[in-house]
């Protein structure tokens, strides 16, 4: 569900990108890696939260260490795609590498707003 919205927040972005830098490769090779990005660091959540839920039925409590190996694990490949859009800035603009990770904010609060108005909207009036 998230990557779907993301393909369209990306389109949504690269249009709105074209006002201000113009239709560039660059900014679309930026959101490419960003995304790519995103779907990594969304593979490291599932995973750490499937292996610190087996930690829990094995042992009856979780790993906070193997927590944070995961979550420096996604920062450290967060870090690795944008130093690399930093070395390679002529070609994969940096801006565009970060703005795929505010994504799942986006979405998760869009979601949550639409979701309450619907409730409210269906509530009867007596």
């Known amino acids: 569900m998230l990557m779907k919205r993301a393909v369209f927040l990306n389109i949504a972005a690269y249009l709105i990108s074209i006002i201000f830098v113009g239709a560039t490769l660059r900014f679309a090779l930026g959101l490419l890696l960003g995304t790519a990005v995103l779907l990594c660091t969304l593979l490291l959540i599932r995973l750490s939260v499937l292996r610190m839920e087996d930690d829990a039925k094995r042992y009856g409590v979780t790993s906070q260490r193997r927590h944070l190996l995961f979550y420096a694990l996604r920062l450290l490949v967060f870090a690795?795609?944008?130093?690399?859009?930093l070395v390679f800035r002529t070609r994969i603009s940096p801006a565009a590498v970060c703005l795929p990770m505010l994504?799942?904010?986006l979405i998760y609060t869009a979601g949550a707003l639409f979701a309450r108005s619907g409730k409210d909207s269906r509530i009867k009036k007596r």
Do not use: E, W
């Open 103 to 105: 994504y799942p904010r």
């Open 80 to 85: 690795a795609a944008f130093a690399l859009a």
